[in-house]
C-alpha cells in the first residue's frame, strides 16, 4: 500500500496528493464556495516530484483523494556510475539504483561513501538530501 485516501478539501500547500497517477507536490490550493446547486469544489496546483511537470486537479473538497505516502530512509552511496547513483538502504542492506537529482548542488554532494537520505515514494525512489 503506498497510498492512502484523504479529503481534498483538507489538503495544504506542501502536501503530497497523486494526480494522473504520478506523486505531486502541492503548490496552491483554491477552495470555492458552495453554490446554489453544489458543493464546493478545490483547485489544487502541484508539481511532479519524479518528473516536475506541473498538473491540476479540481474537484468537490469532499472527494477522497489519493495522498501518496512517503518513506524517509537513510542510505549509503556505493557508487557514481554515469546516469544513475547504486546505493545501499541502511535499512535493510539492499541495494538500488537511483538517478542523480536535477538540483545541481545536490548531484555535485554525492560521492561513495556519504549518506543521503531517499524518500520511497510509490515504489520509486528519490535523493532528497545528503547527510
Known sequence: ??????????????????????????VS???SKPGKHGSAKVRIV??????G????LVTPADTR???P???????????RLPDTVQLMLLTTYE???????EEEELKNKIEEGREVEIWKIMNRYKIMRVL
Open 1 to 26: 500500500m503506498s497510498t492512502r485516501p484523504q479529503e481534498a478539501g483538507s489538503l495544504k500547500v506542501g502536501s503530497f496528493v497523486v494526480i494522473d497517477g504520478e506523486p505531486c507536490r502541492i
Open 29 to 31: 490550493v483554491e477552495k
Open 46 to 51: 502541484a508539481i511532479g516530484l519524479f518528473d
Open 53 to 56: 511537470v506541473k498538473r491540476n
Open 65 to 67: 483523494v489519493d495522498v
Open 69 to 79: 505516502i512517503v518513506e524517509k530512509i537513510p542510505a549509503q552511496v556505493i557508487a
Open 95 to 101: 541495494t538500488i539504483e537511483v538517478t542523480y537529482p
